[in-house]
């Protein structure tokens, strides 16, 4: 079991930057695929970027791409999620998540059936 707790949500003006943290406990990080998904009030759960067990590979979600940065440190047992250029529509609460999959060793995973635990989330909100 491995728990995964975000922290650095908060509320920034469009334009601005912002950097989540996904910090994990109980387990060595990289063992896991790992992944950042975002839910807006009354929207599904989408996926924002992805990165494979030992940083080699990323992924990003089409309307991030170049704006968002997903890194890792696993000595740290932490994921990050640089997120610059912020916009209205990024407003979400984000979560991280962690996947046991085999295919995570070599591609990002950008489905959530891919992943095996969830954080609680970070709230983030842009305003206009």
């Known amino acids: 079991q491995v728990q995964l707790v975000e922290s650095g949500g908060g509320l920034v003006q469009a334009g601005g930057s912002l950097r989540l943290s996904c910090a994990a406990s109980g387990r060595t990080l990289s063992g896991y695929a790992m992944g950042w998904f975002r839910q807006a009030p009354g929207k599904e759960r989408e996926f924002v970027a992805g990165i494979t067990r030992s940083g080699g590979s990323t992924a990003n979600a089409d309307s991030v791409k170049g704006r968002f940065t997903i890194s890792r440190d696993n000595a740290k047992n932490t994921v990050y999620l640089q997120m610059n250029s912020l916009k209205p529509e990024d407003t979400a609460v984000y979560y991280c998540?962690?996947?046991?999959?085999?295919?995570?060793?070599?591609?990002?995973?950008?489905?959530?059936?891919?992943?095996?635990?969830w954080g609680q989330g970070t709230q983030v909100t842009v305003s206009s």
């Open positions: 998540a962690a996947s046991k999959a085999l295919s995570g060793i070599g591609v990002p995973l950008q489905r959530g059936y891919d992943y095996d635990y």
